[in-house]
């Protein structure tokens, strides 16, 4: 993390944690201690399960740690995070809205004047590629589209901190490359401090600053940090040919696979028992 920078977020040896319906308490993650400076992005990795989206439910606010502690912008988190964007892999789009009236709507909530809002919203549409498809309805959008109008509808609110949990998952390979040039172009721009959660080590590397790697659960732990010294700016699709993105790829995995490999196993005793 550049030390000359302000911290955007940081995660101080937070533990989380849930009450089952048996009334035993299983802890997701344990003593998480990291943080993402202002306009760095960082990428967190790790099997499935261990969680990763925890992490960002955290930053987020919408988790209380049961212990340690969250501050954002040096600032303790005491309830939602006013400054983030999040963005979920699902899509969070209204089906009964066109385009430019999803992405309009977080300005209008806020008391916008919709001419403005509308008039912004289309602005960002066209940002994201999509300015000739602002009257039609998320049905008639491809799930790359649908993706464009979600990132659009995040940023129009001009957040600090941006919050992505597996965004571009459900996507096709080929798009999620498209998507990932478009995300390192907006983000270029503003340099917003990000926080981008993914299963995929190699889109984790092409995007961010800083890789963080989660150990398997049942309390999980952060395991390793390293950082990503490719130039910048970077295009996915030819990134991945550096002979740097592969040595940094084959050292990140010889950690990731074992914690991968005991996730695969858990899950497949969990689903013995059933």
């Known amino acids: 993390m550049d030390k000359a920078k302000p911290t955007a977020v940081a995660l ?10 048996d009334a035993r308490v299983y802890t997701a993650v344990e003593k998480a201690h990291f943080a993402v400076a202002d306009g760095e992005f960082v990428a967190i990795v790790g099997p499935t399960g261990c969680g990763k989206s925890t992490l960002l439910n955290v930053a987020a606010g919408l988790l209380k740690p049961a212990a340690g502690a969250v501050r954002i912008f040096d600032l303790p988190l005491t309830s939602l ?10 899509d969070a789009l209204f089906p009964w809205k066109t385009a430019i009236d999803n992405v309009a709507i977080g300005l209008e909530i806020k008391g916008t004047p919709r001419e403005e809002a509308l008039k912004r919203a289309q602005a960002w549409l066209t940002s994201v590629g999509l300015g ?9 959008l491809s799930g790359g589209q649908r993706k464009r109008v979600g990132l659009a509808q995040v940023l129009i609110r001009d957040p600090k901190i941006l919050l992505m949990d597996e965004p571009f998952g459900p996507l096709d390979a080929q798009t999620r490359q498209v998507m990932g040039n478009l995300l390192l172009e907006l983000w270029t ?35 390793g ?18 002979k740097q993105f592969h040595a940094l790829h084959r050292e ?15 899950s497949s005793q969990a689903r013995g028992a059933d």
Do not use: C
């Open 12 to 21: 101080e040896d937070a533990t989380v944690a849930f009450r089952l319906a």
């Open 81 to 90: 995070n006013r400054d983030a964007g999040y963005l979920f892999q699902a």
């Open 132 to 140: 000739a498809f602002a009257n039609r309805y998320p049905h008639m």
């Open 189 to 223: 721009a503003d340099r917003k401090a990000v926080l981008f959660v993914t299963h995929d080590l190699e889109e984790a590397i092409a995007l961010a600053d800083r890789v963080v790697i989660m150990s398997a659960g049942p309390g999980s732990r952060i395991i």
């Open 225 to 242: 940090d390293w950082r990503v010294g490719l130039p910048r700016p970077r295009d996915i699709f030819e990134v991945r040919l550096d």
């Open 252 to 266: 990140i995995w010889g950690v990731l696979k074992e914690e991968v490999m005991k996730g695969y196993a858990q």
